[in-house]
């Protein structure tokens, strides 16, 4: 049984259906990518995964449970994290409160330290910068904490919408490298990416996502090899 399962998911926005009957599937333990040009419907597919938005057909199964009507704040308890497109952190406060407040599910508050720490060793940057106020941090020191906020709840599962927008190379690698860190260490990970290059590079499996529809599945790197998705996505 997949960790995740969707089944015929259908997303409207008014009379225009953004999402017309998506299934896909992400096993325990893996990094799965969705790619595919603006507009696509990529992040609908995320908000709607993430109970930001009301679906209108299909079915979300998350560890065998029903999932598809279930409110955004429960899902969170249930071991869904979301980091969304544009990072939203809570620009007013510190580092250390941002992630605090990643923190606020957990019952065993002895383990607040030691999760800190953890998230400080993947981004030493951010336990420089625990004291800044977080609307002062560089786009890419901003993504980086908007991933730790959402691990600091050890999710099961990582929603990833856009992590590379706007941000320079240099960071970008970074991103990417703790990307495959989270999941070596063993969190699942939906990843919806621009830089399909990037996304591929990483995946154990991707899926095309076109105008609404899912034209294509494979492993990246088939998806990497492939002469239509070479001329579509990736400059070839």
Excluded: W
Excluded at 35 to 52: D, E, P, Q, Y
Excluded at 111 to 132: D, T, V, W
């Amino acid at each position: 049984m997949a960790l995740l399962e969707v089944n015929n998911l259908e997303v409207a926005y008014g009379l225009i259906k953004a999402v017309k009957g998506v299934s896909f599937r992400v096993e325990e333990g893996e990094i799965v990518s969705l790619i595919g040009a603006n507009g696509a419907g990529k992040t609908t597919i995320m908000h709607a995964l993430g109970g930001l938005i009301p679906k209108c057909g299909g079915s979300v199964i998350f560890d065998g449970n029903d999932v598809t009507l279930t409110p955004a704040h429960k899902l969170v308890y249930m071991g869904i994290a979301q980091v969304p497109e544009g990072r939203r952190i809570f620009q007013e406060l510190t580092v250390l409160e941002n992630l605090r407040m990643g923190y606020y599910i957990k019952k065993d508050k002895t383990e607040y330290q030691k999760k800190l720490e953890e998230m400080y060793s993947y981004f030493p940057i951010l336990a420089e910068r625990k004291n800044q106020i977080a609307g002062t941090l560089s786009g890419g020191e901003q993504q980086m904490l908007a991933m730790s906020r959402a691990l600091m709840s050890s999710p099961r599962l990582l929603l990833l919408d856009e992590p590379s927008m706007g941000l320079s190379p240099l960071y970008v690698n970074t991103i990417f490298d703790m990307i495959k860190k989270v999941n070596e260490m063993g969190t699942t990970v939906l990843l919806v990416e621009q830089n399909a290059k990037k996304a591929l590079s990483i995946a154990n499996r991707a899926y095309v996502l076109e105008i609404g529809n899912m034209t294509k599945t494979g492993t990246g790197e088939e998806l990497l090899g492939d002469e239509g998705i070479k001329k579509a996505y990736l400059g070839g």
